[in-house]
């Protein structure tokens, strides 16, 4: 496989990841979240993991606090000049990503 045809599946994967959370998500946050803020809050969960250790965890069944999760993504979106992420918001679509996360392995 090239790498154009890897970026391509890259793509559409992604692009079912976010179909499916905004379909976990209830009807009022679904217009508060288009793509390029849905990928950026998706992008800062996958930091998180990322710097909280939790990728290189070696455990069978990993605990994840889901409201860390969202007290991280909050502060990095202030951090960077985002607007405001409400925590609530937040943790639903770690949890929704969660889901997918595990249901695709």
Known sequence: MNIDEEL?????????????IRQQLPIDMKDSYPDQ??????????????????????AEEIDIDMDEVARYV???AEQEGQSPLDAQEVRLIAEADLDFQEQNL
Not at 8 to 20: A, P
Not at 44 to 50: D, G, M, S
């Open 8 to 20: 391509l599946l890259d793509e559409q994967e992604t692009q079912r990841e976010m179909q499916y």
């Open 37 to 58: 803020r849905l990928t950026w809050v998706l992008d800062a969960i996958a930091t998180y993991y990322y710097e909280s250790g939790v990728l290189e965890s070696q």
């Open 74 to 76: 909050c502060s990095l």
